[in-house]
């Protein structure tokens, strides 16, 4: 434990306390302000306090926030468990590739999916879910004899649509997490399960499994965080011209893009930041929540 | 003798023959995953050189029967050049100066160890988790008040775009990996040779984190390249539009051309897929490395 306050060297001393004064101006200063102007009406420069009704008018009189709640939380429950399972699924298969340049191949075409600007290739996605047969999707559907989809500009599926994106997206990265995590893992204990005679199922229950939790809670608390922040998916596929995104009819409109509209489009800062406030905690209570149910699991 | 090793032959040859069954079967199934995992991008490659009219073709054709460069020829007005201008200087502004700061406080935090420091270090890793859209509101008021008090323009400038990654607190964490494993006697025996904090930092420290610099300096170029939702509020004009947001007004001013669309968006993945195609090995490790510690 270090005894003085600020350290000896007046250089690191200097830094220190520079990087930490600008921080406080670029991070912990506006996050506290978002939580301060939830109980104003502030916009640009006037500002004036209106207590809870920010928050009063959120839970009564505006349909599209608990929209924009539930189609935050459909879609992280539509994306999370499956990119967190094919993730692992992947994750186990890619390791049992011992050639190298194979395994090279396999995880740049999944994590390329990741590392690309998400912007760009939305464009292209949203080509494919044409809704007539010049989309891509539609025409395989077509030639099986399955009709088409309206994709992106149906209410029932422009969600299902992002949700598909958002998962191509996000389980490239999530393999190469688990890949990081499956190689802490001794083989050793492989091993010794073999000569145990252990069948694969077994091994995976009992040694992969365990071994993995810290890896898994990690990939579920950070996918989490990233599920509930979709902006780019729904912004860039359901603008229309002269339309703000986040449609039809508001069936995509993510918090986050509730709180870009409020903020920028509709002019009022006070109660986009108090969707702010909400989404924070609603995050936290999530992550709180996951972290004790696995962290109960981890014990052995 | 002979006999045994044949019958050891004949034992062992069904589980060889499975295992090699079994590999051509992982080999092919992840392939096929791959293969749909490309696609996109595949898709986007194809599109760009297929002429107008077979883009509007129905079935769409998997492989081109015309091929045209009309669309990435045509795609490169002064416009466009200017919105991948704005993100290599965005991306590449905010990667030199996080590049710099990171291990320059990482180093003092590990190096020189204070109250402060804990005290500073344990508030970065409690606030790295908060999503920037939560405070993304404040921060383009900061933007309004800087213009408002000292009268300096900051929408739609570089600076202004730049300016709340300066101080990074994932790169701080990640390079506070990286200095505990500078070794405390080499700097010691610098000091007593008479260097300064900052030569010992550049001369000795930088060279031996290296690696993790580079990472950073990857990650932090991808991050700053796909950025959306920050320049959308700072850049309100097209001439400071970055790359992202320009494709947005594309895909609004071509609204069924498919053809320009994807080839400004195949102009905007190049980059990266390169940068990824050299540079594999470290964004790997990166990802490993950040994801963990």
Redesign the interface.
Known sequence: MAERFLPKNKVAAVILVAAAIYLAMVLWFPILQAFAWSFTDKFMFKMSWVGLANYHKMFTDDPMFIKAVQVTLSYMLMVLPIAAVLGLILAMFVNAVKNVTVRGFLTASYFLAYVVPLVAVAVVWRYMFEPSRIGLFNSILDKFGLGTVRWLMDTQTALPSLAIVGTWHFTGYVLIIYLAGLQTIPDVFYEAAQIDGANRWNVFRHITLPLLTPTILFVIVIGTLHTMMMFTETYVMTSQMGMLPGGPLGSTTSMVLYIWENAFAYQKEGYACAISVILFILINIITIFQFRLIRARVEY | MAMDRLRLRISVAPALMRMRIERAA??L???V???L??L??Y??IV?SVKESAE??????TWWPHSFTLEHHIGVWTPKFARYFLNTFIYAGGVTLVVIL?SP??A???V????????F?FR??VA?M??????????????L?TFE?TFHIPMLNTYWGMI??W??Y?FG?FLMRQAMFSVPDDLIDAAKIDGA???GIFWMIVVPLVRGHIMALAIFSF?FR??D??WP??VATTDRMYP??VG??E???EY?VE?GP??A???A??AP??VL??FL?RY??QG??MT??K
């Open positions: 992982l080999y199934g992840l392939g995953v791959a293969l995992f490309f996109p991008i898709w986007v599109s883009l509007l073709k129905i079935p769409p700061t320059l406080v180093f003092a935090l190096k020189h160890p204070s109250k402060f420091g804990d500073f508030l970065i606030t988790m908060v999503p920037f859209a939560i405070y993304v509101v404040p921060l383009h008021g900061l309004l408002r300016m709340p300066v101080v607190p701080i300064s904090t900052l991808i390249y796909n959306l939702l959308l509020v790359l992202t494709l947005m594309f895909a609004g609204f498919y669309v994807t400004a968006a195949a905007a993945i990266v897929v990824y195609i594999q964004i790997i990802v490993a994801g963990f």
